[in-house]
C-alpha cells in the first residue's frame, strides 16, 4: 500500500504538470459548461414551463453532473493518448505499482475538476442559482459529485486503455455527450414518454441531478419516480460503487497486461 501511494503521488504530480504544460484542455472543460448554462438558461428557459430563474437553479445541478460524467471521455483521451505515444509502455517497465499509473491519472482529473467547478458555481450564482439547503448538504454535494467524476474517470481510463488511439478515443468519447440528453440533467423526466422516462431515470446522471438539487434545496425529488431518482442519495452512492467495483479493476488489469 505504502509503494502505491508514493508512486501514485509522483503520477498524480506527473499529470498536474502536464495539465499546466497543456492549459488549452483545461480553459475549454471550464468555458463549455459555462457557455452551455447561458445558453440552456436564457435560451431555452423561456420556453419551459420552468422559466427564469427557477429553471437556471434546476440547470445548474444537472449540468455539473453532465460535466461531471464528462470524466469518461477526459480519461478516455488521456489513456489512450499515452498508449499510442508509448508512455504507458515504457512505464510498465519500471518498478512501480500497476495501480499508480491510472489512479495518478484519475486523482489528477479529480483536482482539476474540484478547482474547475469554481468559476462555474460564480457563473451560477450570478445568473441567480443559490444553495437554498444547509452547509453540510452543500458540502455532501459536491462530495457526492467529485465521487462520480472519479468513478466516471476510471470508465474513461479503461476504454482507453482499450482503444490504444487517440483519434478512436476521441470519436468514442464524442457519443458520451448522448449520456446528458437522456437524463433529467436539462429537462424534468416528468414529461418524457413511458418508456423513454424510465430510461432517463435508471440514468445514473438522472439521480445524481436529482441528488443535488435535493441537498442544494433547488428543488424537491419528484413523485412516482424510478428507484434510483425517488432514492437519489443512495442511488447515486450505489451507481458509484459498481462503476468503482467494475472498472477499477478491469483498467488496473488491462495496463498491467497491455495488449496480451
Known sequence: MSMLAYDGTAMLGRQLLRMRNNPGLLILTQIMPI???LFFGYVFGSALAVPGEAYRSFLVPG???ATASGGI???MFQAAGDTHRGVTNRFRTLPMSRAAVPLGQAAADLVATAVG???????GLAVGWRVEGSLLA???AFGLLMLFRFACTWVGIHLGLLTRNEEAAGQLGGATFLLPL???AYIPTSGLPGWLRTV???NPISGLATALRDLFGNAPVPDGAAWPVAHPVAGSL????VLLGVFVPLAVRQYAHGER
Open 35 to 37: 457557455s452551455m448554462l
Open 238 to 241: 450505489l451507481w458509484c460503487a
Open 200 to 202: 432517463a431515470e435508471w
Open 117 to 123: 467547478t469554481v468559476p462555474f458555481l460564480l457563473v
Open 138 to 140: 452543500a458540502v455532501g
Open 63 to 65: 449540468l455539473l453532473v
Open 182 to 184: 437522456l437524463s433529467s
Open 73 to 75: 471521455m477526459t480519461g
